[in-house]
T-cell receptor
Framework: AQSVAQPEDQVNVAEGNPLTVKCTYS??????LFWYVQYPNRGLQFLLK??????LVKGSYGFEAEFNKSQTSFHLKKPSALVSDSALYFC??????????????FGKGTKLSVKP | DTEVTQTPKHLVMGMTNKKSLKCEQH?????MYWYKQKAKKPPELMFV???????INESVPSRFSPECPNSSLLNLHLHALQPEDSALYLC??????????????FGPGTRLTVT
């Protein structure tokens, strides 16, 4: 079964410092991986995806993610954090089989807090 | 245009009320989804429509009734809800449920409170 894990409930970063939000995956076959961000009382906004190709994927708002097959990871990164990046971040994998095919399977979420 | 709209933004209803949530997208997407999200938790899939047909019902109680009148619209009819049904209800769409590469786009959600 496809699954993702986000090992950190919360990540705290100072503004201007680089940030990393971790995600590991467990899949059968090739993974289709996604990152979403959710601001308070809002829907999820799509940031980026990995399907095939370059292991470094660039997305919205200066975010990028590195796909690492050997470590089964897909960590979200940004070189310089902004206070406005403070939000809840979800990693997701696309279901591939049976009733889950095409559906998103989410991690539990990581709260990012960027302090001035 | 990658916008999914949802109305209303907020809804307060009693346990005996009947209400409906609405979702609309004009991206030509053929798969649409309803999710339920509790505070600080990931969204939980409720229903999936693919080409206007219900393809997945994740064992959702019958007090939630989805409807897809056409390829752009998705409704969720609510009746006799319980206080534990209070949550953020999110609608999403994607190009196709069977394709391998298409992300889902989410609406802003309806914050539902059942009193």
């Amino acid at each position: 079964a496809q699954s993702v894990a986000q090992p950190e409930d919360q990540v705290n970063v100072a503004e201007g410092n680089p940030l990393t939000v971790k995600c590991t995956y467990s899949v059968s076959g090739n993974p289709y991986l996604f990152w979403y961000v959710q601001y308070p009382n809002r829907g999820l906004q799509f940031l980026l995806k990995y399907i095939t190709g370059d292991n470094l994927v660039k997305g919205s708002y200066g975010f990028e993610a590195e796909f690492n097959k050997s470590q089964t990871s897909f960590h979200l990164k940004k070189p310089s954090a902004l206070v406005s990046d403070s939000a809840l971040y979800f990693c997701a994998v696309r279901g591939r089989y049976g009733g889950s095919q095409g559906n998103l399977i989410f991690g539990k979420g990581t709260k990012l807090s960027v302090k001035p | 245009d990658t916008e999914v709209t949802q109305t209303p933004k907020h809804l307060v209803m009693g346990m005996t009320n009947k209400k409906s949530l609405k979702c609309e997208q004009h991206m030509g997407h053929r798969a649409m989804y309803w999710y339920k999200q509790k505070a600080k938790k990931p969204p939980e899939l409720m229903f999936v429509y693919s080409y206007e047909k219900l393809s997945i019902n994740e064992s959702v109680p019958s007090r939630f009734s989805p409807e897809c009148p056409n390829s752009s619209l998705l409704n969720l009819h609510l009746h006799a809800l319980q206080p534990e049904d209070s949550a953020l209800y999110l609608c999403a769409s994607s190009q196709d449920r069977q394709e391998n590469s298409y992300e889902q786009y989410f609406g802003p959600g309806t914050r539902l409170t059942v009193t």
